[in-house]
Structure formats: structure tokens, C-alpha cells
């Protein structure tokens, strides 16, 4: 499948609405996600049609926090999620960032980030009102060490 990934923008908000409402996380601004930074948001595209987006934020000179992964339903199993993430994830490196906070209620999606980015489990917090899954009533908050990660990607594909 064909796709790319571009710098989101403000004109692409009601799109980006759109999608987040498949998933229940289209509740923007609220007290469970602030407003959209469109600096710190990408949108994966197909045939110029939006169908992801991933968005970060910089808490302090050394850690990143993930706010927002979702790609369309029909588009799950494509590699899109998966380059959404890599590319945030890059952004922040580059920024200097060494570690990354990310929040799930999704148990398949926490076995993926545990898979494929080596974040571990660090904690609970209880939602303040219906975003995401709505039979959970909590995120479970996961951590990675970003400077590790990034160190050792290049080894992994090294074929020698």
C-alpha cells in the first residue's frame, strides 16, 4: 500500500475530527486531550485522502510525551500506524529527547507498543471522562527510553 506522511495543519482539523471519532478520542479541547498543536502533529495520507494521524508534545529538555495514534479501521495491519510512530518518535529524538510517556486503554495496542518500541509498563491513571474505550476506565501509562531505542535501531537492520 502506497502511502505518506506529511506535517498536519489547521485546515485539516474537522478531517482529523473525523477520524478520532472512530475511536471515541475526537473529545478536542477537553480535560483528557488539549487542543491540537498542528507543529506536533503528522497526518499519513492515501491518494491524498487522510487516514491517520499521530501527534507528540515536549514536556521538558529530555521527555516527550505521545498524545494522539490513529489510523481509519480499514487501514489497521498496514504499516501506517507503525510509520506514524517512527516519525514522531525521530522529531523528538532530534529535539534531544530520551525518553517517551505514552497513555493506552487499548490492550492490543499495548502489547504493540511493548513489541515494537520496548516501552515498558510504568502506572495507571484513572480517565477523566469518556475518551477511548469506554469500558476502561483508566490509561495505562507506558515509558521508553528514546535515546536506547534510537541507538540501537540502526544495529537492528544492519545486515552484517
Not at 515498558?120 to 469500558?135: H, P, T, Y
Request: proline fraction near 1%.
Amino acid at each position: 500500500m502506497n502511502f505518506y506522511i506529511e506535517k498536519a495543519n489547521s485546515s485539516q482539523r474537522k478531517e482529523l475530527l473525523n477520524i478520532l471519532r472512530y475511536w471515541n478520542m475526537h473529545h478536542i479541547p477537553s480535560v483528557e486531550m488539549e487542543d491540537f498543536n498542528f507543529e506536533c502533529y503528522n497526518v499519513a495520507k492515501v491518494e491524498n485522502k487522510i487516514v491517520g494521524l499521530s501527534g507528540y508534545k515536549i514536556l521538558n529538555e529530555e521527555q516527550g510525551k505521545t498524545t494522539l495514534l490513529v489510523v481509519l479501521p480499514e487501514y489497521l495491519g498496514s504499516g501506517i500506524g507503525k510509520a506514524l510512530q517512527l516519525k514522531r518518535l525521530e522529531v523528538m529524538y532530534k529535539k534531544g529527547i530520551k525518553s517517551v510517556i505514552t497513555n493506552s486503554d487499548r490492550k492490543e495496542t499495548i502489547v504493540w507498543y511493548k513489541k515494537h518500541f520496548e516501552y515498558k509498563k510504568i502506572g495507571k491513571i484513572k480517565k477523566l471522562i469518556s475518551f477511548g474505550e469506554n469500558d476502561v476506565d483508566y490509561w495505562t501509562t507506558l515509558e521508553m527510553n528514546l535515546d536506547e531505542y534510537m541507538k540501537a535501531k540502526d544495529t537492528r537492520f544492519n545486515c552484517n
